[in-house]
Nanobody, 120 residues
Framework: QVQLVESGGGLVQAGGSLSVSCTAS????????MGWFRQAPGKEREFVSA????????YYGDFVKGRFTISRDNAKNTVSLQMNSLKPEDTAVYYC?????????????WGQGTQVTVSS
């Protein structure tokens, strides 16, 4: 019933930019906090960014350092992550997450992920 579908992943050279998006269905989008996690091979899933249901508050992992921007469009049931100044260490599968109470590694719903590869 509930689906989170990511798109926009791909291959980009270091220093470039990429935007990934997540479109949700089967839930009341405006009632859910949304966020992004990522997981690289051999590493644990790590928090990237989150945005509250109205978009008033945003949160970022320390590694972002101003490079990423999260946004949401409740009219389109979409959350996006604009990634600039990409580094090879950003290479990972990026997962969209949704939860009515807060984004964490135990969020209620997850997308299937989209691959982001940054070449050096």
């Amino acid at each position: 019933q509930v689906q989170l579908v990511e798109s926009g992943g791909g291959l980009v050279q270091a220093g470039g930019s990429l935007s990934v998006s997540c479109t949700a269905s089967g839930l009341t989008f405006s009632s859910y906090h949304m966020g992004w996690f990522r997981q690289a091979p051999g590493k644990e899933r790590e928090f990237v960014s989150a945005i509250t249901w109205s978009g008033v508050y945003t949160y970022y992992g320390d590694f972002v350092k101003g490079r990423f921007t999260i946004s949401r469009d409740n009219a389109k049931n979409t959350v996006s992550l604009q990634m600039n100044s990409l580094k090879p260490e950003d290479t990972a599968v990026y997962y969209c997450a949704a939860d009515p109470q807060g984004i964490s590694g135990r969020s209620r719903y997850w997308g299937q992920g989209t691959q982001v590869t940054v070449s050096s």
